[in-house]
């Protein structure tokens, strides 16, 4: 949220895909070494909740992380919801 209010929307996704990708990948067994894709994967098969969200964070990650384009701020708000929705989902379980 503070990149995003900074102005960084791309940090902002980068840092929220980072910080999702830590909290499910302490509660379910995954790869560390897995491109963004293959850890969306193994996510979705091991049944979270929340997988339609993982899949937008994981779209808007890869656009602001490697693709050199703008993520909008609106777009980079959404997308930081969907982080704290996959978030609140992990620690309720």
């Not at 900074?6 to 990948?25: F, I, K, W």
């Not at 293959?38 to 964070?57: K, M, N, P, T």
């Amino acid at each position: 949220a503070t990149a995003l209010s900074s102005g960084r929307p791309n940090d902002a996704v980068v840092t929220a895909y980072g910080g999702v990708r830590e909290a499910l990948a302490a509660r379910i067994d995954v790869d560390p070494s897995a491109t963004h894709w293959e850890f969306h994967r193994q996510c979705v098969d091991r049944g979270i909740d929340g997988a339609e969200s993982l899949e937008s964070l994981t779209t808007g990650y890869e656009k602001a992380a490697y693709s050199g384009l703008a993520v909008s701020d609106d777009d980079a708000e959404a997308l930081l919801e969907s982080a704290r929705s996959l978030l609140d989902a992990t620690e309720a379980r």
